[in-house]
Each structure stands twice: as C-alpha cells, then as structure tokens.
C-alpha cells in the first residue's frame, strides 16, 4: 500500500509569515499533485509535479517534487488569510487510484 | 461551463437505511471517480467509472456500489448504512485522456447516519 503522509497537520500562523508543509512516502510515484479545499467544497487542484526535482510555481506557492519522487514540499511565501484551508498532496499508486495524505490545516490570521 | 454538481448536498439517514447519491460531471468528461471524506480517514477514494464501466475499487465493503449511465452521470449507493458512513461523499470527474488529468471535484453531499 502506497501511503501518503503529510506534516504538519496544523498550522496557525500571522499573516505575513512564511510555511512549508511536506508530504513524504516510503513508495515511488509518477507524478504527486497538491490540493487546496475551503469549507463546503472540493478539492481543487493546485499543481501536478511529475520529474524529480521538479519545482514549480504559483504565485507566492512553491512546489517541490523530490529527486527520488517519494516526497513533495509545498512552501508558502507571505502568507494571506485567503491563503486558509486544507491542503491535500495525492499520488496515482500503482492500480491508477488516486491516494491522498491527511492533509494540513492552514489558518492565516490577519 | 458547469462545474461537477452532485445533490443532494445534506442528508440525514438512520442506520439499516440505504442511500442514493447523485453526480453529475463536467460536460464532456467521461471519468467519473467517488470519494469519501472523513475526520479520521481523510480521502479515500471509493471506485471510478469510465463509459459505464467500473474501472478502479478502493478497499470498502460491498455495501458501497456505483453505477455510471450513458450521459455520463453517476450515482452511488450505501445499502445498510452504519453510523461510521457518516461522511463527507465528492465525486470528481476527468477527461481520463491520460492517468494523472486533472480531476474536477463537486462539492461533496454531506451523509450523517443517526
């Protein structure tokens, strides 16, 4: 079993500050993705990162895909209260199902 | 273009009951995956059609079912609920091209089982 495990799972901090949250697993994956999910919805994707080393980014968001593609950072920079949800990473295992970690709890106060 | 709807968004159910939930993609995605959502568990993802097909199952028991029909849409149904179903239930659809598309999630429909 592929199993996807996110730190921290909560995070309080001001607004301003910088975070990173980090999603490791003990198993290789194609590609990992990074979702963000506000109360009363879905998910919604952020970004998939599919090359080890890989880095990509979103504005004040930054992704990381490890060298060895078992693990994912997502870092933060200035972080708003618009910035306040649950921050999921998932990879495709093996059977083509997609995986989630327990996610984080972000909340960015003004 | 209309996102993924699913209804309904709440329902409130007694353990013994059995439950239909309704999804509806995005026009022109034929993959329609089903998720549940908990505290404790997280995400974990159910089963996924594919052209009326059940291409994937997660490790839930045969009380969970699916069903996808030729527009697409699909429901899910929780025969014989208990109290531990209580969930948060989303579907998310794709255009399944290729395995890692970008899946396009409802926001939820909101089972408690009392």
């Known amino acids: 079993t592929q199993l996807l495990e996110q730190s921290p799972q909560f995070l309080s901090i001001q607004e301003g500050e910088n975070l990173t949250v980090y999603c490791n697993s003990s198993s290789v994956f194609s590609s990992l993705q990074w979702y963000r999910q506000e109360p009363g919805e879905g998910p919604v994707l952020l970004v998939t990162?599919?090359?080890?080393?890989e880095v990509k980014k979103l504005k004040r968001l930054t992704f990381q895909f490890g060298d060895a593609r078992k693990d994912s950072s997502l870092h933060i920079t200035a972080a708003q209260p618009g910035d306040t949800g649950l921050y999921l990473c998932?990879?495709?295992?093996?059977?083509?199902?997609?995986?989630f970690g327990g996610g984080t709890r972000l909340m960015v106060k003004p | 273009k209309a996102g993924v709807t699913q209804t309904p968004r709440y329902l409130i159910k007694t353990r013994g009951q059995q439950v239909t939930l309704s999804c509806s993609p995005i026009s022109g995605h034929r993959s329609v995956s089903w998720y549940q959502q908990t505290p404790g568990q997280g995400l974990q993802f159910l089963f996924e059609?594919?052209?009326?097909?059940?291409?994937n199952k997660g490790n839930f028991p045969g009380r969970f079912s699916g069903r996808q029909f030729s527009n697409s849409r699909s429901e899910m149904n929780v025969s014989t609920l208990e109290l531990g179903d209580s969930a948060l239930y989303l579907c998310?659809?794709?255009?399944?091209?290729?395995?890692?598309?970008?899946?396009?999630f409802g926001p939820g429909t909101r089972l408690t089982v009392l």
């Open positions: 998310a659809s794709s255009l399944k091209k290729e395995v890692a598309d970008t899946q396009y």
């Open positions: 059609y594919f052209s009326e097909t059940q291409r």
């Open positions: 990162v599919v090359t080890g080393g």
């Open positions: 998932a990879g495709y295992n093996a059977g083509n199902m997609l995986t």
